[in-house]
């Protein structure tokens, strides 16, 4: 999931002086969409008005109208409070919020070329003016001031907890240093700045450019027809890559050297030639060592989980070295299994990585009598979202959905809903950007054009972006079972946003910690293959009939087939990740591939037939994507999720009641209390890792 979290709300900004951008200042700032007050329901963003040329000029504004709030702040000789510093802080980035959440929607979700040229420019710019906030000696004063005034101050829970996130953030990121410190702080964050956005735009150009051209047909067979007429262009057919080392395609692809073929270009993608990013790797972790020791950590890991629930590396590893031994045995047993279907139809080699998704559909198969293909004419998308995933918000909260084709979308494939709370009130808007393209990044993900808060007057508009297949033009957009799961995740962000109940948009939804807030969208997926939700969902795309009992069973019974290989995989990642930023300011790294060969061996995670679920150079979630130190949250709130659903099991499952507990305890809350408490208040104890263990078969 993307998020773009400084204090929350502390936005990019640029100083730009292309073509572009001097053509649009010359215009009449009173005039651009994106400064002037939405008319549209819920504020939401006119994209019939808004041109890419208005960016630049609006962020410039928004910019300067944050400076001077700021400078206010910091030149006023009253007494510092809660309303004239830290109320007058959150609100400072109002208009900023407003243009760049619109902007970053569509550098994700609909690029182009111009809006990738003022990302390049931007990356410094905002680093620059994030730190002059974030190191303002003066304004850190004020905060400090009120801080230390809190007992006196007779604020409601959420504005106390509000000072004290201002507080810590402001600390965390080095406004107690000195002031040669601070400077030297600058220059390292926005060298990093500009490294990762480098390092976006290279990953992006070896994902769109560096698939596979296949000439013969024949090299496709396992195919279906839809789907070898779906890749045709220009005489042949293309497979371009997704974000994991793993590609879809190698799952139904009978072509061995096909295969080989696709999955040495997906895990070669950035390690030579144009779009090599070793170095932006190495410059970036020794960039932000040495940043943590001038904040005072032995490492970068140790000074980013700060304010986490795990807190420490140790804990990290801690979880880390207790999944790895059962990970590891369940992993073995099913390359035994796979080496044997492979001898089984006469072949004499070695399982290699690419073969592992080929051979294992068929061990599936074999085990289960499950068919991929056969499951998903289950699956059609727009059943799969209004009888699936809206029908078990419903069922669980009590929100109805209403499609609006009368709201502006920024692309044709954007579908839009409202939403209802039980009462009929309005609850917010939804877009939802299902289907690949070339204009969107890879990857699935949730965000907003307009943030949850009280204070000023705002109910969100949220969308999810995800990238299944697009079928070609008259045929279903039948999807995979995968993509079902991803489709129920990404909601559950997005519920997770909806029920913020906040006054202040900082503080507000899903602007928690990293390893707490897949938690909402983790369990949200266990409703996926809850038996009522299925049957009301699942249904035949020719037929509409629904999905037959025998095969519901068999889902769920495959549903631990493989695991072993998922927990490798994604262990792997996460691990480099803890490796990559707990080596100190003096480590020197000469190469990037001896260095991930290393961590792994360490680890006891080197298996040849199992690799990273991303390999450091196209890892965008650590180096692109704000996880740094931080991609072990996905297990982290994993077993979260299977710990409640566990709860939710022992206390009826799939009711209005159980519901609502849920939505008042954790999903309104956003960041309003310590997220170890929060969860403890819901389930009555602290998480236990056994029901994730036991939900992976691994137990």
């Known amino acids: 999931m993307k998020k773009y979290i400084i204090l929350a709300t502390l936005v990019f900004v640029i100083s730009c002086e292309t073509k572009e951008a001097k053509k649009e200042n010359n215009m009449d700032i009173s005039k651009n969409p994106l400064l002037i007050k939405s008319t549209l329901e819920y504020g939401t963003p006119d994209f019939t008005k808004i041109k890419t040329a208005h960016f630049l000029p609006a962020i410039l504004e928004g910019m300067k109208l944050q400076n001077e709030a700021i400078e206010k702040i910091t030149t006023n000789k009253e007494a510092s409070t809660f309303e004239n510093t830290i109320l007058a802080l959150e609100e400072s980035s109002k208009v900023l919020d407003n243009v760049t ?174 779009y090599n990013t070793s170095d932006l790797v190495k410059k970036m972790v020794l960039l932000r060592a040495r940043k943590a020791q001038i904040l005072g950590f032995d490492n ?5 989980l700060q304010g986490t629930m795990a807190a420490t590396p140790d804990k990290v590893s801690n979880m880390f070295k207790n999944l790895i031994p059962g990970s590891l045995e369940k992993a073995a047993s099913e390359v035994k299994e796979i080496q044997e279907q492979i001898k089984k139809e006469g072949n004499d080699f070695k399982l290699e990585p690419y073969d592992w998704n080929y051979f294992a559909e068929k061990v599936r198969k074999s085990k289960y009598n499950l068919d991929e293909e056969e499951v998903k004419q289950y699956f059609e998308f727009t059943n799969v979202l209004e009888k699936g995933v809206f029908y078990a918000a419903t069922k669980l909260y009590g929100i109805t959905f209403k499609k609006r084709i009368d709201i502006p979308i920024y692309h044709p494939d954007v579908v839009v809903y409202e939403l209802f709370e039980e009462d009929g009130s309005k609850l917010g808007l939804f877009f939802g950007d299902f289907f690949a393209r070339d204009s969107k990044r890879g990857g699935a993900w949730m965000s907003s054009f307009v943030k949850q808060s009280k204070i000023r007057n705002q109910k969100p508009v949220i969308y999810n972006v995800c990238n299944s297949p697009k079928p070609a033009v008259g045929e279903p957009a039948l999807i995979s079972f995968d993509d079902v799961e991803t489709m129920f995740h990404e909601f559950g962000h997005a519920l997770h946003g909806f029920f913020g109940n906040q006054k202040y948009a900082s503080i507000s939804g899903t602007s928690t910690a990293r390893d707490f807030v897949e938690f909402p969208s983790q369990f949200n997926e266990n409703w996926s293959t809850h038996p009522e939700i299925l049957k009301n969902y699942a249904l035949h795309y020719k037929t509409g009939k629904v999905i037959p009992t025998e095969l519901l069973k068999k889902i769920k019974e495959a549903g631990t087939f493989n695991q072993g290989y998922s927990m490798i995989e994604n262990l792997c990642s996460s691990s480099l990740d803890m490796k990559w930023h707990t080596i100190s300011a003096n480590e020197k790294i000469e190469d990037v591939a001896m260095f991930e060969a290393g961590a792994l061996k360490n680890m006891k995670l080197n298996v040849n037939e199992i690799p990273p679920r991303y390999r450091s150079t196209y890892f965008a979630h650590i180096f692109n994507g704000g996880y740094a130190a931080g991609y072990y949250s996905y297990l982290w709130t994993e077993m979260l999720s299977h710990d409640a659903y566990d709860w939710f099991k022992d206390n009826g499952l799939l009711t209005r009641e159980n519901g609502q507990k849920f939505r008042e305890q954790v999903l309104s809350k956003g960041n309003t209390m310590d997220y170890a408490e929060m969860y403890k208040t819901f389930v009555g104890r602290n998480p236990e890792a056994a029901p994730m263990l036991k939900a992976r078969g691994l137990k």
């Open 101 to 274: 959440s619109v902007f970053y929607g569509l550098s994700g979700a609909h690029t182009n070329d111009t809006i990738k040229a003022i990302q390049t420019e931007l990356a410094p710019k905002f680093s620059k003016h994030s730190d002059e906030i974030l190191l303002n000696t003066k304004l850190f004063r004020k905060i400090k001031t009120v801080f230390n005034n809190l007992s006196q101050a007779n604020l409601d829970a959420e504005s106390y907890h509000l000072v004290k996130e201002y507080f810590k953030n402001f600390s965390k990121a080095g406004a107690n240093l000195s002031e040669d410190k601070k400077e030297k702080l600058k220059e390292i964050n926005s060298e990093i700045a500009s490294l990762s956005n480098n390092f976006g735009k290279k990953l992006l150009n070896a994902s769109k450019k560096g698939g596979i051209v296949v000439s013969e047909k024949a090299e496709l067979k396992g195919f279906s027809e839809e789907k070898i007429k779906s890749l045709e262009k220009d005489g042949n057919y293309i497979i371009q890559l997704i974000n994991t080392t793993q590609q879809p395609s190698l799952q139904t692809i009978e072509n061995r050297e096909t295969r080989k073929k696709l999955f040495g270009k997906s895990i070669h993608r950035t390690d030579a030639g144009e």
């Open 300 to 304: 970068f890991a140790s000074w980013s």
